[in-house]
């Protein structure tokens, strides 16, 4: 597609709940990454895949966050049994070469998670 | 570790005035790059400008340039003849150059021009 789609746009999941988001990147985009942004922040590093190799994954959280991008393709990521400090905007973003960090990412709108 | 930081939390300026956004950065690097991204209502990040550490050239787009002091590790984003459109959150990012391709952002400023 023309962008980085996310869905959905808005979740609200009760605490305990598993939820999963997804993100589509750019058609032929090899590096995707995740990023969480809380309320009032900048957003914070969660995960890099090159294709369907998870490089980087020293920003999840817990072990309760868990990424993955099978076909180099869609990603998804899983967090279980959410907790109230899991409210945050999730976003997307995939570039087309690993080593293009200088030209930037194209993000996705995110997934705006709020656990009740 | 590498930080950046925001020290407005929000800024306002007349429509066609001039405004700076500051930023400053803290790292032991020599190769990296810093951004300025723009964050609207949507929440779809747009990267607005980006300078190479190396460059002592002060990069410029459009309407958008920055002052880039590295001795100072300071990097602020000047926005000119301010539009309507301009009003979003604004973060600053840093990036280590080489193998790592995260981006460290700081907490924003959000900016409001005012008709």
């Known amino acids: 597609g023309a962008g980085v789609s996310q869905s959905p746009r808005y979740k609200v999941a009760k605490r305990g709940q598993d939820v999963a988001l997804r993100c589509d990147p750019i058609?032929?985009?090899?590096?995707l990454f995740w990023y969480q942004q809380a309320l009032g922040q900048g957003p914070e590093f969660l995960t890099y895949?090159?294709?369907?190799?998870?490089?980087?994954k020293s920003g999840l959280p817990s072990d309760r966050f868990f990424a993955e991008r099978p076909e180099g393709s869609v990603s998804t990521l899983k967090i279980q049994r959410t907790q109230q400090e899991d409210s945050a905007v999730y976003l997307c973003?995939?570039?087309?070469?690993?080593?293009?960090?200088?030209?930037?990412?194209?993000f996705g709108s995110g997934t705006r998670l709020t656990v009740v | 570790a590498q930080t950046v930081t925001q020290s407005q939390p929000e800024m306002s300026v007349q429509e066609a005035e001039t405004v700076t956004l500051s930023c400053t950065y803290d790292?032991?690097?020599?190769?990296?790059?810093l951004f300025w991204y723009k964050q609207p209502p949507s929440r779809q990040m747009i990267l607005v400008i980006r300078?190479?550490?190396?460059?002592?050239q002060n990069a410029t787009e459009n309407r958008f340039s920055v002052n880039f002091q590295k001795a100072a590790k300071s990097f602020s984003l000047k926005i000119s003849d301010s539009q309507l459109g301009d009003t979003a959150m604004y973060f600053c990012?840093?990036?280590?150059?080489?193998?790592?391709?995260?981006?460290?952002f700081g907490t924003g400023t959000l900016l409001a021009v005012q008709p």
């Open positions: 973003a995939s570039s087309l070469e690993g080593s293009s960090i200088f030209y930037g990412y194209t």
């Open positions: 790292t032991s690097e020599n190769n990296y790059y």
């Open positions: 895949f090159q294709n369907e190799a998870q490089l980087d």
């Open positions: 990012a840093f990036a280590q150059g080489g193998a790592t391709n995260k981006l460290i």
């Open positions: 058609s032929g985009h090899v590096s």
């Open positions: 300078q190479e550490a190396y460059k002592q």
